[in-house]
């Protein structure tokens, strides 16, 4: 979720019911540094707490020299250690999924982290299932983090091979939560709120993660939060509440300037702008026009043109 869960769309999803959140994962070396940029990536506000910072890394002594900074810097109130990015650049550095091949060294970080930072904050983890469908070892994985004194074990239910692809394995995660005595946290192929309840009925899991369906669709929380809480089903999300949204978010990142001006934020968020259109109507020729915005009047105008082509359908429909 690197450039997705920034310091904006955290505040967004945290209104809207998400329980905990965690930052985009930061290089330990980067936080060593001194770096600012990614310094940045560390920014939170109170209003997000419980928030952890996630880490990444293949040297525990320097990890845990990094996560020591950022509790002098911000007090999170948990760290995170991440065991499973499986994007080749962090791979190839030794981070991510990449420690899941090796257990000695991905052992040596979660020691080490844990070893600096454990008497202010806890430490937790992700990992995936394992490197590929011959050597699934969450089991093994999650045992050994917990004996490091991990304190929570999120697991995605994908092997490094797969990425994002084909189904997430919840028979994995559901045997990691009955192997280890810490809570675990299921995290693959959750995108309502029917997917949260049935994850929490049928496996022994302390808590759902949601990722990638927050990125269309951050309303998600919300209709989990009711439906865990058993309240009233949340009445659909209109397209004029989703386009208010859209908007919301374009103009606080542009008054954040973590990317710069208007201009250069509304560049970088074009990916974002085009998994927000996910179920519009018109969504390909959104997608199409949103590939080339640069202002917040142009999105205004696209979103105005976008509900006045909805209610026209609607109105040819019932007559």
Same mark, same amino acid.
């Given at each position: 979720?690197?450039?997705?869960?920034?310091?904006?769309?955290?505040?967004?999803?945290?209104?809207?019911?998400?329980?905990?959140?965690?930052?985009?994962?930061?290089?330990?070396?980067?936080?060593?540094?001194?770096?600012?940029?990614?310094?940045?990536?560390?920014?939170?506000?109170?209003?997000?707490? !419980?928030?952890?910072?996630?880490?990444?890394?293949?040297?525990?002594?320097?990890?845990?020299?990094?996560?020591?900074?950022?509790?002098?810097?911000?007090?999170?109130?948990?760290?995170?250690? *991440?065991?499973?990015?499986? +994007?080749?650049?962090?791979?190839?550095?030794?981070?991510?999924?990449?420690?899941?091949?090796?257990? !000695?060294?991905?052992?040596? &970080?979660?020691?080490?982290?844990?070893?600096?930072? =454990?008497?202010?904050?806890?430490?937790?983890?992700?990992?995936?299932?394992?490197?590929?469908?011959?050597? +699934? *070892?969450?089991?093994?994985?999650?045992?050994?983090?917990?004996?490091?004194?991990?304190?929570?074990?999120?697991?995605?239910?994908?092997?490094?091979?797969?990425?994002?692809?084909?189904?997430?394995?919840?028979?994995?995660?559901?045997?990691?939560?009955?192997?280890?005595? +810490?809570?675990?946290?299921?995290?693959?192929?959750?995108?309502?709120?029917?997917? +949260?309840?049935?994850?929490?009925?049928?496996?022994?899991? =302390?808590?759902?993660?949601?990722?990638?369906?927050?990125?269309?669709?951050?309303?998600?929380?919300?209709?989990?939060?009711?439906?865990?809480?058993?309240?009233?089903?949340?009445? !659909?999300?209109?397209?004029?509440?989703?386009?208010?949204?859209?908007?919301?978010?374009?103009?606080?990142?542009?008054?954040?300037?973590?990317?710069?001006?208007?201009?250069?934020?509304?560049?970088?968020?074009?990916?974002?702008?085009?998994?927000?259109?996910?179920?519009?109507?018109?969504?390909?020729?959104?997608?199409?026009?949103?590939?080339?915005?640069? =202002?917040?009047?142009?999105?205004?105008?696209?979103?105005?043109?976008?509900?006045?082509?909805?209610?026209? &359908?609607?109105?040819?429909? =019932?007559?």
């Amino acid at each position: 979720m690197a450039g997705v869960t920034d310091f904006v769309f955290r505040g967004i999803c945290k209104e809207l019911g998400a329980d905990v959140m965690v930052t985009e994962f930061v290089s330990a070396e980067g936080i060593l540094q001194a770096d600012e940029r990614t310094r940045k990536y560390t920014e939170f506000s109170d209003a997000q707490r !419980p928030v952890g910072v996630q880490l990444f890394g293949a040297d525990g002594r320097r990890m845990g020299e990094a996560a020591r900074k950022i509790i002098d810097w911000k007090q999170p109130d948990f760290i995170d250690i *991440n065991f499973g990015c499986p +994007v080749n650049k962090v791979v190839s550095r030794n981070g991510g999924s990449s420690l899941l091949k090796d257990c !000695p060294v991905l052992a040596s &970080v979660a020691e080490g982290v844990v070893r600096a930072v =454990s008497d202010q904050v806890p430490v937790t983890a992700k990992i995936r299932i394992g490197w590929d469908a011959s050597s +699934v *070892n969450a089991v093994e994985v999650a045992r050994i983090l917990e004996s490091c004194g991990v304190a929570a074990i999120a697991v995605h239910g994908r092997t490094r091979a797969q990425g994002y692809g084909g189904e997430a394995d919840w028979s994995v995660i559901d045997a990691v939560a009955r192997a280890v005595r +810490v809570p675990v946290v299921g995290n693959g192929d959750i995108a309502s709120a029917t997917d +949260v309840l049935r994850r929490r009925d049928e496996t022994a899991v =302390s808590g759902v993660m949601i990722g990638r369906a927050a990125m269309h669709s951050p309303w998600i929380f919300r209709e989990a939060r009711h439906a865990l809480d058993a309240r009233d089903e949340v009445p !659909p999300i209109g397209l004029e509440e989703r386009w208010e949204l859209v908007l919301r978010h374009c103009r606080m990142a542009v008054e954040w300037r973590r990317y710069g001006d208007e201009r250069h934020t509304l560049t970088a968020m074009r990916s974002r702008l085009m998994a927000y259109c996910k179920g519009f109507p018109g969504a390909r020729e959104l997608r199409q026009r949103l590939c080339h915005v640069i =202002s917040i009047a142009e999105i205004e105008d696209l979103a105005v043109l976008s509900m006045s082509r909805a209610e026209t &359908v609607c109105i040819g429909i =019932s007559g």
